[in-house]
């Protein structure tokens, strides 16, 4: 079964208030997912694997240590994952990015695709999917069925806010896939929203409500 971890620091937990608080403007909603997005990718590389090489210092030939191994590439899920890639790109700007287009059907709450663009190398790459709210698990699960079935292996998966129902429908589906939050809300509400959660992450990011 997939780990959660929940990403605690104190500077995330703080900025995450100020995300859920409806009185946050756009534009600071929009700083505050980026910022906390940035220190999440901090904790999410954490087991990137390194490789020694030598450096010349201006005083000594010495063993230091870069990154190797599999290059990165980021998912987000549209639109609201959209608003935690440049946060992410930030700590590592080599990454491509693809996108997963899908929205959630108002009625039936089921994830509807409308896009999907990956990097040509794809495959080599080791994934993030990205998308700041985790509710029922729909929508992150037709992704990463999007991405598998399209021949990736390699795959994490990183929300804001998770429903403990989204975490359990993607531990079900796909129990490879670790999952990184800063918050484990309270249950669903009848129209699907995470409580507390934040709102609509989408409306919220681009102002459209
Ligand atoms: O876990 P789920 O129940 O599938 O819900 C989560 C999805 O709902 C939201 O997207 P939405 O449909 O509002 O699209 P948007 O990002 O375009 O606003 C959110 O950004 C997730 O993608
Ligand atoms: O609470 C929720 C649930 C799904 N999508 C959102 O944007 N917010
Ligand atoms: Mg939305």
């Given at each position: 079964?997939?780990?959660?971890?929940?990403?605690?620091?104190?500077?995330?937990?703080?900025?995450?208030?100020?995300?859920?608080?409806?009185?946050?403007?756009?534009?600071?909603?929009?700083?505050?997912?980026?910022e906390v997005s940035t220190l999440m990718a901090y904790e999410i590389t954490?087991?990137?694997?390194?490789?020694?090489?030598?450096?010349?210092?201006?005083?000594?030939?010495?063993?230091?240590?870069?990154?190797?191994?599999?290059?990165?590439?980021?998912?987000?899920?549209?639109?609201?994952?959209?608003?935690?890639?440049?946060?992410?790109?930030?700590l590592v700007p080599a990454a491509k990015v693809g996108h997963i287009g899908l929205y959630?059907?108002?009625?039936?709450?089921?994830?509807?695709?409308?896009y999907v663009k990956l990097p040509t190398d794809v495959l080599e790459r080791e994934l993030i999917v990205i998308d700041p709210m985790l509710a029922t698990g729909g929508s992150a699960n037709a992704a990463i069925t999007a991405l598998k079935s399209r021949g990736c292996t390699q795959m994490k998966l990183m929300c804001l806010i998770a429903a403990p129902e989204g975490i359990h429908a993607?531990?079900?589906?796909?129990?490879?896939?670790d999952i990184y939050v800063a918050a484990i809300d309270?249950?669903?509400?009848?129209?699907?929203?995470?409580?507390?959660?934040?709102?609509?992450?989408?409306?919220?990011?681009f102002g459209t409500k």
């Open positions: 079964m997939g780990k959660v971890f929940v990403c605690d620091h104190p500077l995330i937990q703080h900025k995450l208030t100020y995300i859920r608080d409806e009185l946050t403007t756009t534009k600071d909603f929009r700083e505050l997912v980026d954490r087991d990137i694997p390194l490789e020694t090489i030598q450096v010349k210092t201006p005083v000594a030939i010495t063993d230091s240590k870069v990154i190797s191994g599999r290059m990165l590439g980021l998912i987000p899920i549209l639109r609201a994952g959209l608003g935690m890639v440049d946060g992410i790109l930030r959630r059907d108002p009625e039936t709450l089921e994830p509807v695709e409308y993607v531990q079900q589906m796909h129990p490879d896939v309270n249950y669903l509400n009848d129209h699907g929203y995470i409580i507390p959660g934040l709102g609509d992450a989408g409306d919220r990011l």
